[in-house]
């Protein structure tokens, strides 16, 4: 069976279909199917936003629909950015600004320790749905560093790690990240589900 992913972030699609079709899984994205459609994220929740793309892809292609919401999530802020991490500052800015953004609202700040969120849910044709978390915990560094990956990953320094997200490869940050580790959990679930279909 083919699964289309409803994200139309390219750094999530490279990650996401490297980490699903490692683990077997037949990826599409909804760019393959010529789906151009502007999803409004209305929800509070990763779960809810995550849900409400992975429907709209669904209908829209007739096929399973992955989607995935995620966001970093600090401590010192009152989880601020949240579920608005990709237009904290204003929709405007751009990711290296997003970033400065945030460093600057943490400036002097001691208390640094940040996690990022993931929540990934699959929504079928039938209405049936399966949905996966993930979280990676560590601290935000007070400047920059790293060209690798996209959004916070240059200001986000994994627990036990030297390196921020950024300085590291795309096969260490899988292993670690929030997506990794929602991507793992949620083909467990997938292929006990497709076990299922088949019985």
Do not use: W
């Amino acid at each position: 069976m083919k699964y289309v992913l409803a994200t139309a972030n390219p750094g999530k699609v490279t990650e996401m279909r490297e980490i699903l079709s490692g683990l077997g899984i037949d990826i599409i994205t909804r760019n393959d199917l010529g789906i151009d459609i502007d999803i409004e994220e209305t929800g509070s929740t990763f779960f809810e936003n995550a849900r409400i793309k992975a429907e709209a892809i669904c209908a829209a292609s007739g096929m399973p629909a992955i989607a995935d919401d995620s966001g970093l999530c600090v401590d010192a802020l009152n989880d601020e950015p949240g579920v608005y991490s990709s237009s904290y500052g204003g929709a405007e800015l751009s990711a290296d600004e997003r970033c400065a953004y945030l460093l600057g609202k943490m400036e002097n700040m001691e208390q640094r320790h940040a996690k990022f969120v993931c929540v990934i849910v699959c929504v079928f044709p039938d209405g049936n749905m399966l949905f996966a978390s993930g979280e990676c915990c560590g601290t935000i560094v007070t400047e920059p560093k790293g060209s690798g990956g996209f959004g916070y990953d240059p200001v986000f320094l994994p627990d036990g790690k030297s390196k921020t997200m950024a300085e590291l490869s795309g096969s260490e940050k899988n292993l670690i990240s929030h997506r990794g580790k929602a991507l793992n959990e949620f083909s467990k679930l997938l292929k006990n589900y497709e076990a299922g279909m088949c019985i």
